[in-house]
T-cell receptor
Framework: AQSVSQHNHHVILSEAASLELGCNYS??????LFWYVQYPGQHLQLLLKYFSGDPLVKGIKGFEAEFIKSKFSFNLRKPSVQWSDTAEYFCAVIHGSSNTGKLIFGQGTTLQVKP | EAQVTQNPRYLITVTGKKLTVTCSQN?????MSWYRQDPGLGLRQIYYSMNVEVTDKGDVPEGYKVSRKEKRNFPLILESPSPNQTSLYFC?????????????FGNGTRLTVT
């Protein structure tokens, strides 16, 4: 069965520190990959997505992610975090030619940025 | 403004009392889905709908029903809620089910069943 694993459940950083959140998925076929962010008390919002092409994708708010097919990974990065980045981050995967639209989500990573 | 609207935002109920959580989208999306979010488990799909009158079970459908009589609406029905359905629920929609368009989420409904 398809699954998504996020290695870090809770990350605490100081402002200006660099961020990398790990995401690995288990599926051998073509996949589309997403990172969503959920700010406290809010709904999930799309940070960035990868469908094809350049494996380094840039999203909103200075986030980027790199798709490494050989490692089944899609890690999220940001060079310098801000207090406002405090949120929960979800990696999600869908089969590239899905006919069910089912996104498989990771367990989520809670990021706490200290001012 | 393009959005997915869920109501209510918060709901406290008792075991066995039927309830409905409404979901409406104004983007003419074909695909709609319900997820529940629980700590440490991420989001799990309850039901989804590919189009009007087409619904199917997700990973955790037990205890839930849905309907899709109109394209814009996709209500979630709990006929006899139980405490293990206490959770945060999200409705989502996308242009299609093909995986090439991202999901748009509603603001969530926090349900407590006592």
């Amino acid at each position: 069965a398809q699954s998504v694993s996020q290695h870090n459940h809770h990350v605490i950083l100081s402002e200006a520190a660099s961020l990398e959140l790990g995401c690995n998925y288990s599926y051998g076929g073509t996949v589309n990959l997403f990172w969503y962010v959920q700010y406290p008390g809010q709904h999930l919002q799309l940070l960035l997505k990868y469908f094809s092409g350049d494996p380094l994708v840039k999203g909103i708010k200075g986030f980027e992610a790199e798709f490494i097919k050989s490692k089944f990974s899609f890690n999220l990065r940001k060079p310098s975090v801000q207090w406002s980045d405090t949120a929960e981050y979800f990696c999600a995967v869908i089969h590239g030619s899905s006919n069910t639209g089912k996104l498989i989500f990771g367990q989520g990573t809670t990021l706490q940025v200290k001012p | 403004e393009a959005q997915v609207t869920q109501n209510p935002r918060y709901l406290i109920t008792v075991t066995g009392k039927k309830l409905t959580v409404t979901c409406s989208q104004n983007m003419n999306h074909e695909y709609m889905s319900w997820y529940r979010q629980d700590p440490g488990l991420g989001l799990r799909q309850i039901y989804y709908s590919m189009n009007v009158e087409v619904t199917d079970k997700g990973d955790v459908p037990e205890g839930y029903k849905v309907s899709r009589k109109e394209k814009r609406n996709f209500p979630l029905i709990l006929e006899s809620p139980s405490p293990n359905q206490t959770s945060l629920y999200f409705c989502a929609s996308s242009l299609d089910a093909g995986g090439n368009s991202p999901l748009h989420f509603g603001n969530g409904t926090r349900l407590t069943v006592t």
